[in-house]
């Protein structure tokens, strides 16, 4: 049998052929395409899981404690009645709560709200950041959000306190930071969850998926809105929210749920860096009408200083008013830093500890850059060293040189007011036993010439020399013990 294949048909029969091993081979190719796209694709998500920030920028955190002070804002809804904030809702009753979610919102009106006014008496303090209670524990929202009507923006005051306050810091050249409540008592009530804190699994968002996405709006919205944001104080259980904050700001500081935060209480000794005190002025965060006793300038001063000296940061803390005012007893203290600061900033801001923090009253800080050395002379009362009084100081520590040059910051050292042929000139003098330094406190700060705060040495051309311990024994003969 002959087969016989005209041109035409051979090429009908080739075009045909071809058309069957094209659609073939484009079949295989497609099926390779989709093979190979999906193995990169699970290696670009394997990658991108190993890669996942779980730890603070190095370089952000050497300028976060570089800060050293910086200003805590708390103010929330129940502001209005003068309570700790929040934690009135813990263990609460169903109508109490009730009460809180419905009535407090048509209180807030803050009719005196000046976030400048707040913002230039951070910067005279020398405050170098804020960090503001955006949502607490109650899950009020001080923003316009779209996750939930429990926000200021359905107050009789409308705005929002955060963008106000936000714009109005960022002015002053003040870093922003924001407070944020991974628990939220709102929340819990509406999802039938027990309102407290770290006492049911529910109320951490890592086994709580409903509770995640609605954390992760939240800080979606805080991160995006309201430009960048240099800090973020995860207050509660912060996992999975950490690595999201950071997927959309790398150079986020975490401090809280990052790093070591201790209220109301300041280490021993000098900590590993990073860490940050957290203080309030009086006895509670929120304002507090009545009971509220206040520390002083010079405590708070004192601690300041004690803070930067063991490596930490201060964060101090103001509770605003519900009229939207700093309340006067902390205006007055917030002044008093300013004065000191206004003498003494450089030895509190770009910093570290010594080995040595203390000796007695005299406490330590050197600059990042090893120039200086500076020594805070504490005082308990004015008459531990009087104004226009000469005091001799002996720094063991402190190894001088013939170019060793000491001086008192904020005084000249020239001359002390109304006083005439006084010599108010510092004598430095090296010594094997240590850094010998006579100085007058000449500077005026009060008519009285009772200003109780701290006097700091500048130290240039030395060097610090850690105290050699002397090993001692004792002799093991009868009648030695």
């Not at 929002?160 to 709102?186: M, N």
Request: aromatic content about 12%; glycine content about 6%.
């Amino acid at each position: 049998m002959q087969l016989f294949i005209n041109k035409k048909s051979e090429n009908r029969v080739f075009s045909i052929g071809f058309c069957i091993v094209y659609l073939h081979l484009d079949s295989i190719t497609i099926m390779i395409r989709r093979f190979i796209l999906s193995i990169l694709l699970f290696s670009f998500s394997f990658l991108s899981q190993a890669q996942q920030q779980v730890a603070n920028n190095p370089e952000r955190i050497k300028w976060f404690q570089d800060l050293g002070f910086g200003m805590f804002i708390h103010w929330n809804v129940d502001v209005s009645l003068g309570a700790v904030i929040s934690h009135s809702l813990a263990g609460a009753s169903d109508e109490y709560v009730d009460r809180y979610i419905k009535e407090l919102p048509t209180f807030f009106n803050p009719k005196k709200f000046d976030p400048d006014e707040w913002a230039t008496l951070a910067r005279l303090a020398g405050m170098k950041y804020v960090v503001f209670t955006t949502k607490h524990h109650s899950g009020f929202c001080m923003f316009d959000t779209k996750s939930t009507p429990f926000n200021v923006m359905n107050t009789p005051f409308k705005r929002d306190v955060t963008k106000e306050i936000i714009d109005a810091f960022r002015k002053q050249g003040i870093a922003i930071g924001i407070y944020f409540s991974p628990e939220d008592f709102l929340f819990f009530h509406q999802n039938n969850i027990p309102l407290g804190r770290l006492q049911n699994e529910k109320q951490f968002p890592m086994n709580n998926p409903k509770l995640m996405d609605y954390d992760k709006q939240q800080v979606k919205e805080l991160l995006t809105n309201y430009g960048k944001i240099d800090i973020m104080f995860f207050d509660g259980p912060g996992d999975g929210l950490r690595e999201y904050a950071w997927s959309i700001n790398p150079e986020l500081v975490i401090t809280r749920d990052a790093m070591n935060t201790p209220e109301q209480n300041i280490p021993d000794k000098a900590s590993p860096r990073p860490w940050e005190a957290c203080y309030t002025m009086g006895t509670d965060w929120q304002y507090k009408p009545t009971n509220d006793p206040h520390k002083s300038g010079t405590e708070i001063i004192d601690m300041l200083i004690e803070i930067r000296a063991k490596g930490g940061n201060f964060l101090l803390n103001v509770g605003p008013k519900p009229n939207g005012e700093i309340q006067i007893e902390q205006e007055s203290l917030l002044r008093e830093i300013a004065l000191w600061n206004f003498a003494n900033r450089e030895s509190i801001y770009a910093v570290k500890p010594l080995p040595v923090i203390r000796d007695k009253n005299i406490w330590f800080t050197q600059s990042n850059d090893d120039k200086f050395i500076y020594a805070f002379v504490t005082r308990d009362k004015p008459a531990d060293w009087k104004y226009g009084e000469r005091r001799d100081f002996l720094m063991p520590m402190i190894e001088g040189n013939a170019k060793t040059k000491v001086s008192v910051l904020g005084y000249k050292s020239e001359l002390v007011e109304y006083v005439n042929n006084f010599d108010a000139s510092i004598k430095v003098s090296p010594t094997p036993i240590g850094l010998a330094v006579s100085a007058v406190n000449g500077q005026r700060f009060y008519t009285n010439r009772q200003w109780p705060n701290t006097v700091v040495l500048k130290i240039e051309n030395a060097k610090f020399k850690p105290p050699v311990e002397a090993k001692t024994s004792k002799s093991g003969i009868d009648g030695a013990k």
